[in-house]
């Protein structure tokens, strides 16, 4: 499934937020509370990941790249900090 099929039905249900996360359906947001967008299947790496860049410019991927990177090298107390204030400016 395509991004852009997710936003589809997203906008034809009301929806203001789409979720997709590795191991889950695609949830969206309707009248604040979240629910499943589809059952169709739920997603794996691979769909994130192409989902992810096909939204993306180059520069944003190179960008979330390097980002992702210096992620993974902190230690997992400073990443649960940065899930909640984001990664700093460079």
């Given at each position: 499934?395509h ?23 695609p ?8 629910e499943?967008?589809?059952?169709e ?26 980002n ?12 649960d ?6 990664l700093?400016?460079?």
């Open positions: 499934m991004v852009n099929d997710l936003l589809k039905i997203a906008v034809e249900r009301g929806a203001s937020d789409l979720h997709i996360k590795v191991g889950s359906y949830m969206i947001r309707i009248g604040g509370a979240l499943p967008g589809t059952v299947k739920r997603l794996d790496h691979e769909d994130v990941v192409a989902m992810s860049t096909s939204i993306m410019s180059t520069q944003q991927r190179e960008k979330f790249k390097e992702f990177q210096r992620w993974q090298n902190m230690p997992p107390d400073e990443r900090a940065l899930r909640t204030r984001g700093p400016a460079n």
